[in-house]
DNA sequence: CCAATGATTAGGCAATTACCTAATTATATC
DNA sequence: GATATAATTAGGTAATTGCCTAATCATTGG
């Protein structure tokens, strides 16, 4: 838990994050999108994997990184549940949440 | 948001916000709570404040502190949205509050 | 006003963080 | 094996953080 609140707080971690939301991306294909050196950014992704955050798998040349979806959310939800006084606005959005079900799917 | 995270960043800021989300404490109650100097806990203090995590109110000779509720959930809440692949883990939360309702009370 | 209490501000120091370049390791291709 | 590409490790430096003590500001009460 602390190391995901050290990791997030970096700005460019998080936007590393962001662009593992959506695909798997190689050490590479993250840096370019950095106007900073490559190994500053392996060591961005090594914090972030060592939080646990995302996780890596070699093919070939190349490593690619993915995140762990639930370890984000589910680490910030038990914090907040923790800390926030009632969780009046989790709750709220538990509400819409809960309307989307049957509309989306589960996975 | 940049604020927020470097807020949460701190062992002593999240026990701190731990402190608060039941009651509204001075800031020599939670500095008696750390063995830390009341300045360094001051310090923390304003930075969780800057953040916008907490207000104060200064009474007398005392400064209390407090959460500002919303803030934490709702900007945690935004983040997992966007950086999160599909929020699933937030579904399954969603899901137990939702079927909360009714039983507990909404504040 | 003067002393006591609560809290913050100021100033300084040790440890950490974030970045860089250069060197190394691993894989693919010839 | 030699070369090119992908990525990490190593080593060094500037900036930041986190803590402390001392000093200051504000309030209470004799």
Redesign the pocket.
């Known amino acids: 838990m602390q190391r995901v609140f050290?990791a997030l707080?970096?700005p460019?971690r998080r936007k590393i994050l962001a662009y593992l939301a959506h695909a798997e991306l190689?050490?590479?294909d993250i840096?370019s999108r950095f106007e900073?050196?490559?190994?500053?950014i392996?060591?961005?992704?090594?914090i972030l994997e060592n939080a646990g955050l995302v996780v890596?798998e070699?093919r070939?040349?190349?490593?690619f990184y993915r995140q762990v979806e639930d370890n984000l959310a589910n680490t910030l939800a038990g914090f907040v549940q923790e800390v926030c006084p009632v969780g009046r606005p989790l709750r709220r959005e538990s509400a819409t949440l809960a309307g989307d079900r049957g509309k989306g799917g589960e996975g």
Do not use: R
């Open positions: 050290e707080a970096s460019v190689s050490a590479g840096a900073m050196s490559k190994p500053s392996s060591q961005h992704l090594s890596s070699k070939g040349q190349f490593v």
